[in-house]
């Protein structure tokens, strides 16, 4: 982690900014390729709800690079816990709840921007306040918190799991809908269902090669990437 820093003085410079995105790329992937890839298409879900609704383009890759790197935290969590084929226990499911605390400590070490430590830290925020870890509600939660943690719902209920079998897209939509201004912000709840590159991604996402797509930092070309 320490080596890390060196990448810091300037996030904006591409050189560096790709250096780290292959470092972080490699750790998280030979880590779980299931939840490297899950965290591929948060941030590209993500960074289209955010050009969707019309944030500069810095903040869309900001967007998506906390997408990519939202559940770095697990790393600190046991595989017996992660990929338990049941329901939690509760003291299993205090230790998953840390992760997004544990993630922004870490992230916020290495000196990324606040943007991305920040929604990181509330990707599991909700609208109601029902979330954690601290419950916030509505605003309280930041934009980018908002948007990861619905792309976060969305890729978890298409995708399979330990535990259960993808949704199918029409389920998807309904559990989304339900949702809506409950855990979810109802204004990305319309964004997102009235995307058609949200639709078209989901669509091709199983052909998508990750690698190259993590490291373009660009969701256009992710969408293009074969």
Known sequence: MIKFTLY?????????????????????????????????????????????????????????????LHDVGLSAVNDAILDKPARLSADEYRIVKAH???????????????????????????????????????????LQGRILYLAEVFDTVTSDAPYRDASTI???????MDMSGRGLDPILVNALLDSEEITGFYMRKDIVHFDDAVLSLDFHKSLTLK
Do not use: W
């Not at 390729?33 to 941030?43: A, D, E, L």
């Not at 990181?120 to 309280?140: S, W």
């Open 8 to 68: 810091s003085s300037s996030i904006s410079d591409p050189i560096k900014l790709k250096s780290l995105m292959r470092l972080l790329n490699t750790v998280l992937s030979a880590r779980s390729r299931r939840r490297y890839c899950h965290s591929v298409r948060v941030g590209i879900y993500s960074a289209i709800l955010a050009d969707t609704i019309g944030m500069s383009r810095r903040q869309v890759r900001y967007v998506q690079m906390a997408g990519l």
């Open 100 to 142: 997004p605390d544990i993630g922004a400590r870490m992230l916020d070490f290495i000196n990324l921007p606040d943007e991305i430590v920040k929604a990181v830290a509330q990707h599991h925020e909700t609208f109601d306040g029902t979330g954690y870890p601290l419950g916030l509600r509505g605003e309280q939660i930041s």
């Open 170 to 176: 029409d389920t998807a939509i309904d559990t989304i």
